[in-house]
């Protein structure tokens, strides 16, 4: 099993940035998959980014070009760097993994984006 627990969102206006941490509860390395979700009120849950044990990442379409993820191995932790965001980027993000099958998730981290 693995725990996971966000941080590092807030409000941000719309051409800032912020960046998401998620902490695991062990260690990351062997990990099949870790990524992020988001929810908006009303919306279904969608995938942002995710990046696979081997290094390869995918991104959501309306991302790219702005969002990163990355890992840090040592530190358990994956990051997503979000830069110019727009409003309609708004949602709870929420961590996952993928780890033998099995999806884990965090408790999520609101992101508002807002003048």
């Known amino acids: 099993q693995v725990q996971l627990v966000e941080s590092g969102g807030g409000l941000v206006q719309p051409g800032g940035s912020l960046r998401l941490s998620c902490a695991a509860s062990?260690?990351?390395?062997?990990?099949?998959?870790m990524g992020w979700y988001r929810q908006a009120p009303g919306k279904q849950r969608e995938l942002v980014a995710r990046?696979?044990?081997?290094?390869?990442?995918n991104y959501a379409d309306s991302v790219k070009g702005r969002f990163t993820i990355s890992r840090d191995n040592a530190k358990n932790t994956v990051y997503l760097q979000m830069n110019s965001l727009k409003p309609e980027d708004t949602a709870v993000y929420i961590c996952?993994?993928?780890?033998?099958?099995?999806?884990?998730w965090g408790q999520g981290t609101q992101v508002t984006v807002s003048s």
């Open positions: 996952t993994a993928n780890m033998f099958a099995t999806p884990y």
């Open positions: 062990r260690s990351i390395f062997s990990i099949d998959a």
């Open positions: 990046m696979f044990s081997g290094g390869s990442t």
